[in-house]
């Protein structure tokens, strides 16, 4: 069964640092792969996605994710973080011939002065 | 852009009693949506996937008698807890692929936040 793995529940970063957070998939078929944001009591945005072509994907808010087949892994960063980007980030994976999005475990981002 | 639209974004309730959650896709026509329940601090579980004119598909575990779908429109999906209990008090979301496959991929609605009392 296909999974999903979020390295690190929390993050925490300074204002104006690189932000990184990790994850990787585990698929015998490369899936699409996608990250998306939640603020508090609100429902998911879509940061980026990868589905095919280029490997590094720019996504809204100035973040990026590179597709590694090799590492099987899809991490996000931003160069410079902003108080703003405080919130949950989710890591997800869809399979070819399914119809349903699995999720990482979710990795809440700290941003402080 | 494709938006989904759901509503109550609160509800707070009696146990016992019922509560419907509407899911709608506002400028495209959603074949499939997703059910989602959030737990506080935790990941989203997939509750089921409802299918436009066609019975509900439930994950392993979820009480299709408890949690009633209906996607009866190309544009509205519910979800209606029945005989709610504290324990189902829980944040859930919905969420369609839209079709064709754009950009946008899967979009979410900005949650129901369900307090049963």
């Known amino acids: 069964a296909q999974s999903v793995t979020q390295l690190g529940s929390h993050v925490s970063v300074s204002e104006g640092a690189l932000v990184l957070l990790r994850c990787n998939y585990s698929?015998?078929?490369?899936?699409?792969l996608f990250w998306y944001v939640q603020y508090p009591n609100q429902g998911l945005q879509l940061l980026l996605k990868?589905?095919?072509?280029?490997?590094l994907v720019k996504g809204i808010n100035g973040f990026e994710a590179e597709f590694k087949k090799s590492e099987t892994s899809f991490h996000l960063t931003k160069p410079s973080a902003h108080m703003s980007d405080a919130a949950e980030y989710f890591c997800?994976?869809?399979?070819?011939?399914?119809?349903?999005?699995?999720f990482g475990a979710g990795t809440r981002l700290a941003v402080h002065p | 852009g494709a938006v989904v639209s759901q509503h109550p974004s609160r509800v707070i309730c009696k146990s016992g009693t019922s509560v419907k959650i509407e899911c709608r896709s506002l400028?495209?026509?959603?074949?499939?949506m997703f059910w989602y329940r959030q737990f506080p601090k935790k990941s989203l579980m997939l509750m089921a996937t409802?299918?436009?004119?066609?019975?509900?598909?439930?994950e392993q575990g979820v009480e299709k008698d408890k949690f009633l779908i209906n996607h009866a429109s190309l544009t509205l999906s519910t979800l209606t807890v029945t005989s709610a209990h504290p324990e189902d008090s829980s944040f859930y979301i919905c969420?369609?692929?839209?079709?064709?496959?754009?950009?946008?991929?899967?979009?979410f609605g900005s949650g129901t936040r369900l307090t049963v009392v």
């Open positions: 698929s015998s078929v490369p899936p699409y």
């Open positions: 997800a994976a869809l399979s070819g011939g399914y119809n349903k999005l699995i």
């Open positions: 990868y589905t095919t072509g280029a490997t």
């Open positions: 400028d495209f026509q959603a074949t499939t």
């Open positions: 969420s369609a692929r839209v079709q064709p496959d754009t950009n946008y991929g899967y979009t």
């Open positions: 409802s299918n436009e004119g066609s019975k509900a598909t439930y």
